[in-house]
């Protein structure tokens, strides 16, 4: 039987004090792991990179820190970790998260919690690195990497980031290809970004952005040509309006949705986000304030639509196809004599109780009683939430079949703050705190993910009371990462 102190003595790192690596890729040493000299003609020639350990590899284990897959060893790499190897990256680790991405602290994994680096030297109690992705932001910010890869459902590069005061970067839905990252509910899910500088960030979207036919939900080059066309009108548009002027941002429209401003943020990551508009507004942008009315109810509607997607995609660990089986004779118990005993046996050990909790709930929402009134109900949200986008913003989305002409009283982008707070105390995530408190976390985040947009954490400061980071986030339209990049590339 696979014991989780084998597991953690076995991938114990000194280097690691943070434990944000789930394993380190010994085999990648000093040169590139693809073996091929590497050449500075590369674009990513020997950039140190981590991999959250729910995308595929084929050189280290994935385990999505569960123990259901904790000696799963893929026979293939995921195709943004191909491309990276491709681009000469040199993969140094997989990085540690909630079990199965299911979180906003990373507290939830088999590995233990991540602990936040930002503030390495003080004497604060430990803080949480925020989730899922609180490995892959960690090691951004603990410097063991350039980027790190990590995946982002409802927040999960975006949370982390703004927690370890480092970049964070989801791509519209469909750009990155998805292909052999564990899915956790496929209509939200994309691949993220974290960096310590928004040009490192960029240069690894531009290197990862492409259609995939192996992962369905990917973008078609017709589609994408389309935004191209679209965002270099927009930015066309906006550089002219600032040509020959010394404020770069002149004739750029910047939305501030007053919903963003809920009763359960902190005033203390106020003043970072104020500085902040006012450095925009002096760089001649425009501040506009705005409304998306229906997102108070976004959160309740992600919640279900995630965990009916992920009761259905986890249903495949049975122990039969893959990792962890229940043994014969466990807990001195008869042996499971039938199918369901196994399979019931095997879940109820191999999960751990978040995941047990969101399969529950997502199977509810979907059973015939509740379906209508849950799970049909979220869908519609969802769709007036995208619609409320769509409302706001200058440039028509361009997924949509009757395309609608650009409003010119629309905003090019949206900032707001991306965290209710700055990172929580770990003694503060236990469990027997209430559960509500962390699905808290993901309140400003997950408006944009059920809409699909582009959507990046900015570093931009601390919290006035306790000087841990805060970031905020700047949302475009779907396929504008050009947009986006006219101001993350002054902030
Ligand atoms: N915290 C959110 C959740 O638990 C988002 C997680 C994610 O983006 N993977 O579902």
């Known amino acids: 039987g ?7 003595s076995q991938r114990h790192d000194p280097l690691d004090a943070w434990n944000c690596l789930t394993h380190r890729n010994s085999s990648s040493g000093t040169s590139n792991s693809n073996a091929v000299a590497s050449s500075s003609k590369q674009p990513l020639a020997d950039w140190p990179v981590t991999i959250k350990d729910n995308f595929c590899t084929s050189d280290v284990p994935t385990t999505c820190a569960s123990k259901m897959l904790a000696d799963y060893r893929p026979t293939f790499d995921a195709a943004v970790v191909a491309r990276l190897k491709a681009a000469g990256a040199c993969i140094v680790g997989k990085t540690n998260l909630d079990e199965f991405a299911m979180g906003s602290s990373n507290v939830h994994s088999y590995f233990g919690p991540v602990k936040n680096p930002a503030k390495q030297n003080s004497n604060d109690e430990a803080r949480a690195a925020g989730g899922s992705s609180g490995g892959a932001a960690a090691s951004v910010r603990a410097g063991l990497c350039r980027v790190a890869i990590g ?7 975006r949370l982390p980031a703004s927690h370890c005061g480092v970049w964070g970067f989801k791509p519209s839905y469909g750009l990155i290809s998805r292909w052999g990252l564990v899915s956790y509910a496929d209509s939200l899910d994309t691949v993220g970004i974290a960096a310590s500088s928004w040009q490192d960030a960029r240069r690894t979207f531009q290197l990862l952005s492409g259609h995939d036919r192996r992962d369905p939900t990917s973008m078609h080059p017709r589609t994408r040509q389309k935004a191209a066309r679209e965002s270099q009108k927009q930015v066309d548009r906006i550089q002219q309006s600032a040509r020959s ?17 809920p009763a359960e943020l902190h005033s203390q990551v106020l003043p970072p986000f104020e500085r902040l508009v006012d450095f925009l507004t002096s760089k001649g942008a425009t501040v506009i304030p705005c409304s998306l ?6 959160l309740s509607a992600y919640y279900v639509i995630a965990t009916a997607e992920a009761s259905s995609n986890l249903a495949r660990y049975d122990g039969v196809r893959y990792g962890f089986q229940a043994g014969a004779k466990d807990d001195g ?5 039938t199918a369901a005993e196994v399979y019931a046996r095997t879940r109820s050990q191999g999960f751990g109780r978040e995941v047990q909790k969101r399969l529950l709930l997502g199977a509810h929402a979907l059973s015939a009683d509740a379906f209508d009134n849950t799970f049909l109900r979220s869908q519609e949200i969802r769709k007036v939430v995208q619609r409320d986008f769509d409302a706001v913003f200058r440039a028509p989305n361009v997924l949509r079949r009757s395309q609608a002409d ?8 949206l ?14 995530t236990k469990a027997s705190s209430s559960p509500m408190s962390e699905y808290v976390q993901d309140l400003l985040t997950v408006p944009s993910s059920l ?3 582009p959507s990046v954490s900015m570093p931009t400061g601390v919290a006035e009371d306790d000087g841990w980071p805060v970031g905020t986030m700047l949302t475009a339209q779907w396929g504008m990462e050009n947009v986006l990049d006219i101001v993350a590339s002054v902030v």
């Open 293 to 298: 009315p229906n997102i108070s109810l976004a």
């Open 2 to 8: 696979h014991t989780q102190a084998a597991s953690t």
């Open 333 to 337: 118990r008869e042996p499971a004599k």
């Open 245 to 261: 002027r010394p404020d770069a941002l002149h004739g750029l429209r910047v939305g501030i949705p007053h919903e963003c401003f």
């Open 415 to 428: 900032v707001h703050p991306c965290s209710v707070s700055s990172a929580p105390r770990l003694d503060a």
């Open 406 to 413: 650009e409003r010119e009283e629309g905003v090019d982008v």
């Open 451 to 453: 809409a699909g947009l």
């Open 151 to 157: 995946s982002d459902t409802g927040g999960s590069i």
